[in-house]
């Protein structure tokens, strides 16, 4: 099963903004409680939508420009990227059933 | 909607649902929990928890998931799913969630509380966006910028004092002229140089375009209305218990907190409510184990008793 890739400030652009494919980028950090919960479920879908949807996770803490630009207050979020733009998102913790919902909104 | 059997049902997974959850799975009972959002409930969301006894100092999540293994080495079950209903069916329990159906001979409801609103203009839109209920969460996001904590309570002063790990200044706003915090947290707060603090006061709205910029105040005492520049409002003003999907199954009190036994029984058989959502709860991780742990042994009785096993 494909392990959502960690990208950086450096790596966001070509991973994410370039990418053929729709992306969710899950921002986390390592002392966020929720994020913890989030990551499984994230890791699943990235099984789930194996070739259809690019599953990848960015730490705020480490790449601060990156949050910035997208002005994430709140963690988790996951955005939903689409040929460059950013589609959809969603905020804190939610069951994996939202998460589906956003991902094949993105992909109809 | 496929429908699942089981002996016991408990609905949700904080630190009452996993108590009740190892009490359950340890007498061998096929016994199952359903969690809506995160295991843990609010622990999950608290940086340290300092008073469970025997263990000096823990993260919250990580005290959870210790909970939550320890009942599933046991074989409880876990399904995360949000209960929509519950309904009585002769001598057993039916437990409605949005894709399936579970029958148990017993229910334990341990539901807990969600955090309340402050309900002002401006609160709903900026949600994320500078407005947080967790600070443990969204702290971070704020360094060397002015914030606001509304409340006056444990959790109020517990992630006030950590929003100073990361923020210049701390505003607490109270609507009363004291605060209802234990005595240690109040000691830290007030001895802490970066926490300052605006009584007899409460948010009116929540200004700002795409994030946070300010919050308009209310002054009870003086009537005087005032804007305060801060970059996040987090919110700590109390709870309310999840005993919504009861649906007047079992009285409650004014507050929606279902009434009980000091066994945690219902006036109806099998069914128990233990933990925050039920009334005269202490809201502490040691009492609502200890609320799970009663519930759990209850029922057990109860099984024992009125289905001969």
Known sequence: MPKPAEVTDATFEDEVLKSGEPVLVDFWAPWCGPCRMVAPLVEELAGEYDGKVKFVKLNTDDNMQTAARYGIRSIPTLLMFRGGELVDQIIGFRPKGDLKRTIEKALA | MARKEYEIVIIGGGPAGLAAGLYA?????????????????????????????????????DLAQAMLNQAESYGLEVEYAETTGIEQDGRLWLVRTAEDEYVAKAVIVTAGADYNKLGVPGEERLTGRGVSYCATCDAAFFKEQHVAVVGGGDAAMDEGLFTTRFADKVTVIHRRDKLRAGAI?????????????????????????????????????????????????????????????????????????????????????????????????ARQVVSSAGDGATAAIAAEHYLANSFGE
């Open chain 2, 25 to 61: 799975a340890r007498a061998r009972r096929k016994t199952v929990l359903l969690e809506k959002g995160v295991i843990g409930g609010q622990i999950a969301l608290t940086e340290l928890v300092e008073n469970y006894p025997g263990i000096p100092s823990i993260n919250g999540f």
């Open chain 2, 185 to 281: 947290l109040q000691e830290r707060a007030f001895a802490n140089p970066k926490m300052e603090f605006v009584w007899n006061t409460v948010v009116t709205e929540v200004l700002g375009e795409d994030a946070v910029t300010g919050v308009r105040l209310h002054n009870r005492e003086t009537g005087e209305d005032t804007t305060m520049d801060v970059a996040a409002v987090f919110v700590f003003i109390g709870q309310h218990p999840n005993t919504g999907f009861l649906g007047g199954l079992v009285p409650v009190d004014e507050g929606g907190h279902a009434l009980v036994s000091e066994w945690m029984e219902t006036e109806l058989p099998g069914l128990y409510v233990a933990g925050d959502a039920r009334r005269n709860s």
